[in-house]
DNA sequence: GTCTATAGGTGGATAGAC
DNA sequence: GTCTATCCACCTATAGAC
């Protein structure tokens, strides 16, 4: 049983605020011991390495991520109401003034350790397969079109998607992501 | 008259290429000093804080942009040829293992120092100026297609050639940013 | 302009008491 | 599990000699 608030998930929740808002370089153990009150000692007790919490950090944030598709999946059936619904939840990562996490870990991928690399990597691959599914899909039903095949469709939605965020954010215009999402989907026949 | 090769300028070659490889935040003083033999000290007398150096880095590398394009504004004068060779910009940065240095910025901007930030945020203005003019006078001449704004055409497409790029890089695979930047072409009519 | 030397701070990480 | 105390490497930056 864990404990009412597990200190682990608590210690990954300011984590993976301060990488997706400050990047994985950006921050410190005693940034997040002061968030949470503790000392940088017991943080290490929890993730030893901050190679490891980096390493949970994308894992967790994975899981949950592949959770928020799999509710689409459910909720909606129609191709292009679940490319709006994925494109929705980038824009509100933005809201909270967040980067994606592995958006971020991608343009500090020339000083992550290798495990991190290849979770980082994961992520998108699962998107990108994901995506080429629904888009592949939409187009059997002729709700989509795109030309070439649906993995190179989905890598240029989710590059698409992941630089238009990162340029909002510096813009402190989430307005920007949403109308660089909308064309994309538009170019897509959403 | 400058020395055979400004010190100065070799100092912001070197660390032009660190912060496009591993970022702001993933480089210092002493890598510098490494690589061109000298002591983290001369650095400080080049480049005070490292606020300075960074603020000359975008500063340069944004004149540096703009003679790009005029070299494009005056030999090529078809619009689709001009997104071409814009777009190719992005691919041969890729190709030296680089990010575009103000995407670079764009991730680690929530540590960024505010001159550093207002140049940023300049450079990605000026980018998207020149592209929306590109995209109106090739609409004016039938050559190119795109609903709403030039501007809002050219932030979704400044946006999408950032991300595929910074995707890119991490596996490795420039081909992965031309296809996703054909791809943003071709919806342009390119 | 470049050097030596060093200040003053912060980084990640560990030992050992409680 | 969390603490105090501490280590050592590294960071940005400065003073002052050459």
Redesign the pocket.
């Known amino acids: 049983m864990a404990t009412v608030v597990d ?1 682990a998930q608590r210690i990954l929740d300011v984590a993976e605020r301060l990488v997706q808002t400050r990047g994985y370089n950006g ?5 997040i011991a002061e968030a949470l009150g ?5 943080l ?3 993730f ?4 490891d919490l980096g390493k949970q950090l994308i894992e967790r944030y994975e899981r949950n991520f592949l959770a928020a598709l799999a509710r689409i999946d459910t909720q909606s059936a129609d191709a292009r109401q679940r490319l709006r619904r994925y494109a929705a939840i980038y824009g509100d990562v933005l809201k909270d003034d967040r980067m994606c996490l592995c958006g971020m870990l991608a343009a500090e991928f020339g000083t992550l350790p290798e495990p991190m690399r290849i979770d980082m990597r994961h992520f998108f691959d699962v998107n990108e397969r994901w995506i080429a599914g629904v888009l592949e899909q939409g187009k059997r039903e002729k709700k989509l079109k795109f030309t070439g095949t649906g993995v190179d469709a989905a890598r240029a939605l989710v590059g698409g998607l992941e630089g238009a965020m990162m340029i909002a954010r510096s813009y402190g215009e989430p307005a920007r992501f949403k109308a660089a999402a909308d064309r994309l989907l538009a170019d897509l026949g959403v």
Chains 1, 2 share one sequence.
């Not at 921050?27 to 940034?31: P, Q, V, W």
Request: aromatic fraction near 16%; charge should be positive; charged fraction near 15%.
């Open positions: 200190t921050f410190s153990y005693a940034d503790v000392t940088k000692a017991s290490h007790y929890h030893p390495s901050k190679g």
